[in-house]
C-alpha cells in the first residue's frame, strides 16, 4: 500500500490564512506551508479531512468507517488506520487485525499512539505519522521534537509512505514502534530528570515524553487526598486534593496509576516505562514520616548545615553508618540512598519530575529551609545519575546534559 500525503495541515492549513499567531509567522517567515490534510492510497481512493472518501472504492479496496477514522485495507491487505480529521480520535474495535500504517492527529493526542501500541493495533514495523498538523504547537522544529519522543514520522505535503517503512518523510523516526524499540534508532535516555518550579511545565514534558509509550506506570509518590497530607489547620488540604484530581483526570486511560512511597521498590521491580512525579512530593512525606518536620528538628538540622558549610552535602550524604541508625536524619537519609541505589540499577525506562527550589524567596521557616536543602541535595545526585536533565521554564524545555 502506497500513502501519498496531498497535505498534511489542518482544516485551514498551517500557516492559517490571516492568522497572526507565533506559529503561523514563524512558519510564514520559514517559507513553509501545509495543505489542509488530503490522502491519496495506491493512487486510487482519495480522502479529505472531514470527508468520505471521494466516490466509489476501487475494485479491492475494503473501507469501514470507525468512531473517529477510517479503516483501509487495500488489495494487498495493506492495512491503514486514517483519523477522519484535527481532533478525530480512531477508535478501532477489540479484535481488529493490527494496521501497517496510522495516520493520526498527534498534536490532539499523542496517547492514542502509545494505546494503539498497548492494544495491540500496530503492527511491531508500522508506520505512525503526524497528521493534520496546525498552529496548535509552537513549531515545525517543536513538533519534530516531540514525534522522535513519540515514535512517529512528521511528513511534509506530498511525501509518501509505504509499509514497511516511508518512502520519504522529513522528520521523526519512520519506525512507529514504541521509541525505546526501534532497530537501529537513537533510545529515548534511560532516565529522564525534569527539574522546573511550579507551574513551570514540568509535568506536561514528563508526560508527553512517555505518550507513545505502550505500558506506562504512573508513580505518584504521595501524599495523596484522604492520606497524612493536610492543611495548616490539620483538616485535609482540598487545595492539594484539586490538584491530584487533576493530574489524574490528564493521564491516558492505559497508563497503570501506583501510589505509593516505596518508590525504589517500584524502581527494582518495574519494565516498560516509568513516570515518577514527584520527587519533591516523595521527599515531603518521607520527612514528614521522619518527624524531620518539627520545629527543633528543623532548627537542628539547620544549624548543622551552617556549621558544615553551603558546600557540604545532604543528610544522605553526610550521615555515617551510626548517625544513620537512629533520628529523622538518619531516617531519610536511608530512604534517599534507597532511591539513588535503585534508580541507578533499574531496568525500567524512567522519567522523573522534580522542583527546582532555591531561586527564588529564601524560606520564612527552619523547616522550609531544611526541606529546600535537603531536595537541591537530592536532585544534585539524582542529576550526575541521570542519562538526560532537562529544565523547563515557562513551558520552554531546555537540556541540562552535557
Not at 121 to 145: F, K, Q, T, W
Not at 205 to 215: N, Y
Not at 242 to 248: D, E, K, S, Y
Request: proline fraction near 7%.
Amino acid at each position: 500500500m502506497d500513502i501519498r500525503l496531498l497535505g498534511t495541515g489542518g482544516d485551514q492549513g498551517w500557516p492559517c490564512p490571516g492568522c497572526r499567531c507565533a506559529s503561523c509567522m514563524r512558519g510564514r517567515a520559514a517559507g513553509r506551508r501545509r495543505a489542509p490534510g488530503q490522502v491519496l492510497v495506491d493512487g486510487a481512493l482519495r480522502i479529505d479531512a472531514g470527508q468520505p472518501p471521494a466516490g466509489q472504492p476501487a475494485t479491492g479496496y475494503q473501507v469501514t468507517r470507525l468512531e473517529g477514522g477510517w479503516d483501509v485495507t487495500g488489495p494487498d491487505g495493506g492495512r491503514l488506520l486514517l483519523a477522519a480529521g484535527p481532533a478525530a480520535v480512531p477508535r478501532p474495535a477489540e479484535g481488529t487485525r493490527p494496521f501497517d500504517v496510522a495516520l493520526l492527529d498527534l498534536l490532539h493526542s499523542p496517547a492514542q499512539l502509545g494505546e494503539l501500541r498497548a492494544r495491540g493495533l500496530l503492527r511491531p514495523a508500522a508506520v505512525a505519522a503526524a497528521l493534520y498538523m496546525d498552529h496548535r504547537i509552537e513549531s515545525e522544529p517543536e513538533l519534530a521534537r516531540r514525534a522522535a519522543l513519540w515514535g512517529a514520522c512528521v511528513p511534509a505535503d506530498g511525501d509518501s509512505l509505504a509499509s514497511p517503512g516511508p518512502l520519504a518523510a522529513t522528520g521523526g523516526q519512520p519506525d512507529g514502534r514504541a521509541a525505546d524499540a526501534r532497530p537501529g534508532g537513537v533510545p529515548l535516555p534511560h532516565r529522564t530528570l525534569i527539574l522546573g518550579g511550579a507551574r513551570s511545565g514540568k509535568s506536561r514534558e514528563a508526560e508527553l515524553r512517555l505518550a507513545g509509550q505502550p505500558a506506562v506506570t504512573y508513580l505518584a509518590a504521595g501524599p495523596w487526598p484522604g492520606g497524612s497530607w493536610t492543611g495548616a489547620d490539620g483538616s485535609p488540604d482540598a487545595e492539594w486534593a484539586q490538584r491530584v484530581a487533576a493530574h489524574q483526570a490528564a493521564r491516558p486511560r492505559h497508563w497503570r496509576t501506583v501510589e505509593s512511597l516505596d518508590v525504589a521498590g517500584v524502581l527494582a521491580s518495574q519494565d516498560g516505562a516509568i513516570l515518577l512525579d514527584g520527587i519533591g512530593t516523595w521527599l515531603a512525606a518521607v520527612m514528614d514520616e521522619a518527624g524531620a518536620w518539627t520545629a527543633e528538628q528543623a532548627e537542628q538540622a539547620e544549624a548543622t548545615e551552617r556549621a558544615g558549610g553551603a558546600e557540604r552535602a545532604g543528610w544522605a550524604e553526610r550521615a555515617g553508618g551510626a548517625e544513620r541508625a537512629a533520628g529523622p536524619a538518619g531516617t531519610v537519609a536511608r530512604r534517599v540512598d534507597d532511591l539513588l541505589a535503585a534508580w541507578r540499577q533499574t531496568a525500567a525506562l524512567v522519567v522523573a519530575v522534580s522542583d527546582q527550589v532555591g531561586s527564588g524567596i529564601v524560606p520564612a521557616t527552619p523547616s522550609g529551609r531544611l526541606f529546600r536543602d535537603q531536595l537541591g541535595w537530592l536532585n544534585q545526585r539524582l542529576a550526575a545519575e541521570s542519562e538526560q536533565t532537562l529544565l523547563v521554564v515557562a513551558g520552554r524545555v531546555l537540556s541540562m546534559t552535557t
